[in-house]
C-alpha cells in the first residue's frame, strides 16, 4: 500500500506546478477582443517587464527613473497614445497607455468614465490615511471638496495663510548673514531645504495651529521641526517610488518594513502634533478664547444642513495631506521660480517695481497682505510661465478606468491605466509660439497663455475632478514666497548647470545662487 506525501512535500509539488497552472489559465480564458487598441511601443518593451526593461537598458539610476523616460517615450512616437504595457496577469499589473495628444488628454481627464489612480489612493492611504480629499471618490470625495473650499480657500484663512507664511520668509532671511558692500551673500538653495522648511512650518500652522520653528531659540521646539521635516521627506519620498505603473509596483507596496516605518511616522506625527493641538483648539473654542482663523479653526467649525462636519480622523488626515502636498509640490515649483528668475534678471526687476508700488499705498515697513498678493499681476505670469517651462509634474497625470473608453481612434481597454503626458505640449512649437523662450508677458490678459491649439497643451495642475484640489492655495504660496524673498533680495544664479532630481516631482538637485541686499523701505 502506497504511503500519502509527507505534507511539506506535496506542498511543494503544489508551488512547482503553479506557474504552470497560471500560465495555463491565462493562455485559455476567453477574453473581449480588441481591434483598435493604440500601437504598442516596440523597442525595449514586453508583456512582462514594460518600461522597467527600458530602465534597466539605460542603467538610469534608481529613485524612479521612468519618470524623466516618460516625455521621451512619448516623443518617439508619433501616435496620440500608445500601450506601454501590453496584456499580463491582471494580480501583477494592469494594460498601460500613454497619451500625448492635448485634445485626447482633455477628454480623458474630464470624462466621467475614469476615475483617480489606484497607485496613488494606495501611497497616499499608505501615508496619510483614508479619509482624506486624495483617498476618497464619489459623494464622499465631492462633500470634502465643498467643506475644505469653505475651511481653506476662503478670505479668511487665505488672509491667514498669507500672514504665517510672510512672518515664516522674513524670520529666516533675518537670520542669514549679513552680507557686506562688494561681499554679497552665497547660497545652494536647494541643498540647504530652507524653503521646504518654511513651507512645512507655515502649513503646519496653518493646518494644525502648531507654531513651530528649526529657527526657534528652544532647543526641543528645532528637534521636534526637524523631526517633522524628517519624517515628511522619507513619506514623499515613499509615495513617489509607489507612483510607478507596472510590476514593479506590485513589490513595491508590500516592502513590510517601508509600511511599518510609514506607520510609525504617521502616528509620531499625529500623536505629538495633530491631536494634542486639535484637542487645545477644541477646548480654547468651547472656553470663548480667541482662536486664529486657520484651516484647523475652519475644519471644527464645518458643515451645514446638507453635510456632516469633519471628524477628528478627518482633520488629522486632511491635515497630513496638506502638509506633505504644500512641503515638496509648492517648494520645488518656487526653487524652479527662483532659477528662472536668476536666468532673466529684467523680470526680476520687474516683479520688484510692481511690489513697491504695491506696498507704497501702507505705512513703511509693511508687509504684503492677501489682497496685495493678487495685485500682483506680473509675478503671477512669471509663475504660470515658470510652471509651463519645468512644472514639478515632469512626468504625467495618472487615470484608471473601469470601462471601456473611446479615445477619438483607439479603444482603452477596461481595467487599464492612462497616463496623460503634458509635458509633450508644453513646450511644444505646435502648443506655443516660441515655446523654448522664458516670455511671461503670454500670460497678460491670457488664461491660455496664447496657445496655439485646443485641448491641455498646459496642465501644471492637472484637469477634471481628480485635479489638485490645493491649486489656489499654492499659487498664493508661491506669490507670498516670491514677493518676500525679491523685496528683500536682488539674487543671480552661481550656475545655470543643475542636475535635475526624481521623487514624486521633479526638482534641481542643485541651487547655488548669490543674494544681493535691497533697501526695504
Same mark, same amino acid.
Given at each position: ?366 508687509? *504684503?497682505? !492677501?489682497? %496685495? @498678493? #493678487?495685485?500682483?499681476? =506680473?509675478?503671477? +505670469? ?110 543671480? *544664479?552661481? !550656475?545655470? %548647470? @543643475? #542636475?535635475?532630481?526624481? =521623487?514624486?516631482? +521633479? ?15
Amino acid at each position: 500500500m502506497a504511503m500519502p506525501l509527507e505534507v511539506p512535500v506535496a506542498k511543494a509539488i503544489l508551488y512547482a506546478l503553479l506557474p504552470i497552472l497560471i500560465a495555463c489559465y491565462f493562455l485559455l480564458r476567453k477574453g473581449k477582443t480588441y481591434v483598435n487598441l493604440p500601437p504598442m511601443v516596440e523597442k525595449g518593451y514586453s508583456n512582462w517587464t514594460g518600461h522597467v526593461r527600458f530602465i534597466l537598458a539605460k542603467g538610469d539610476e534608481f529613485g524612479l527613473p521612468w519618470i524623466p523616460n516618460m516625455k521621451k517615450l512619448a516623443d518617439s512616437c508619433s501616435n496620440g497614445v500608445m500601450a506601454v504595457y501590453s496584456f499580463g496577469p491582471k494580480w501583477l499589473t494592469r494594460p498601460t497607455y500613454l497619451v500625448k495628444d492635448p485634445v485626447l488628454i482633455s477628454s480623458m481627464l474630464t470624462s466621467s468614465k475614469v476615475k483617480r489612480f489606484s497607485n496613488l489612493m494606495e501611497a497616499s492611504k499608505a501615508t496619510s490615511g483614508d479619509k482624506h480629499i486624495t483617498a476618497l471618490t464619489g459623494d464622499e470625495l465631492k462633500r470634502h471638496r465643498k467643506l475644505l473650499t469653505a475651511c481653506i480657500l476662503a478670505k479668511r484663512p487665505m488672509a491667514r495663510f498669507v500672514e504665517l507664511l510672510t512672518a515664516g520668509v522674513c524670520k529666516y532671511l533675518d537670520t542669514l548673514p549679513t552680507p557686506t558692500v562688494g561681499r554679497p551673500l552665497d547660497l545652494n538653495l536647494a541643498k540647504s531645504k530652507a524653503v521646504g522648511i518654511l513651507v512645512v512650518e507655515a502649513f503646519s500652522n496653518f493646518s494644525f495651529g502648531i507654531n513651530i520653528s528649526c529657527h526657534s531659540e528652544d532647543p526641543v521646539d528645532v528637534e521636534r521641526c526637524k523631526k517633522l521635516h524628517s519624517a515628511l521627506q522619507f513619506m514623499f519620498k515613499v509615495t513617489g517610488e509607489r507612483l510607478v505603473a507596472g510590476p514593479l509596483n506590485f513589490f513595491l507596496k508590500r516592502d513590510i518594513w517601508t509600511n511599518y516605518k510609514l506607520w510609525k511616522l504617521g502616528t509620531f506625527i499625529r500623536r505629538e502634533f495633530i491631536l494634542p493641538a486639535l484637542h487645545q483648539r477644541k477646548e480654547d473654542m468651547s472656553s470663548g478664547v480667541q482662536v486664529p482663523d486657520d484651516a484647523m479653526t475652519m475644519m471644527l467649525e464645518s458643515g451645514d444642513t446638507d453635510d456632516a462636519p469633519f471628524s477628528e480622523e478627518e482633520i488629522c488626515d486632511e491635515g497630513m495631506v496638506m502638509v506633505q502636498a504644500g512641503y515638496e509640490a509648492t517648494a520645488y515649483t518656487f526653487l524652479w521660480l527662483v532659477y528662472h528668475l536668476g536666468q532673466h534678471p529684467e523680470h526680476q526687476e520687474l516683479c520688484f517695481k510692481e511690489i513697491r508700488e504695491v506696498l507704497s499705498k501702507h505705512p513703511p515697513g509693511s508687509h *504684503l497682505t !492677501s489682497s %496685495d @498678493i #493678487e495685485e500682483l499681476t =506680473h509675478l503671477h +505670469c512669471v509663475i504660470s510661465e515658470s510652471m509651463r517651462m519645468q512644472s514639478i509634474n515632469d512626468s504625467a497625470a495618472a487615470r484608471d478606468t473601469d470601462v471601456d473608453l473611446e479615445l477619438g481612434p483607439y479603444t482603452i481597454p477596461a481595467g487599464s491605466t492612462i497616463l496623460a503626458v503634458g509635458k509633450c505640449n508644453s513646450l511644444s512649437e505646435e502648443s506655443f509660439e516660441n515655446a523654448d523662450q522664458f516670455k511671461p508677458e503670454r500670460w497678460k490678459n491670457d488664461p491660455t497663455g496664447g496657445a496655439k491649439r485646443p485641448g491641455a497643451v498646459n496642465i501644471p495642475f492637472g484637469l477634471g475632478q481628480y485635479r489638485c484640489f490645493g491649486q489656489p492655495l499654492a499659487l498664493v504660496a508661491l506669490r507670498t514666497l516670491a514677493a518676500v524673498w525679491i523685496q528683500r533680495y536682488r539674487f543671480e *544664479l552661481l !550656475s545655470e %548647470d @543643475i #542636475e535635475r532630481t526624481y =521623487h514624486a516631482t +521633479c526638482s534641481p538637485g542643485n541651487l547655488p545662487i548669490r543674494m544681493f541686499p535691497r533697501c526695504v523701505s
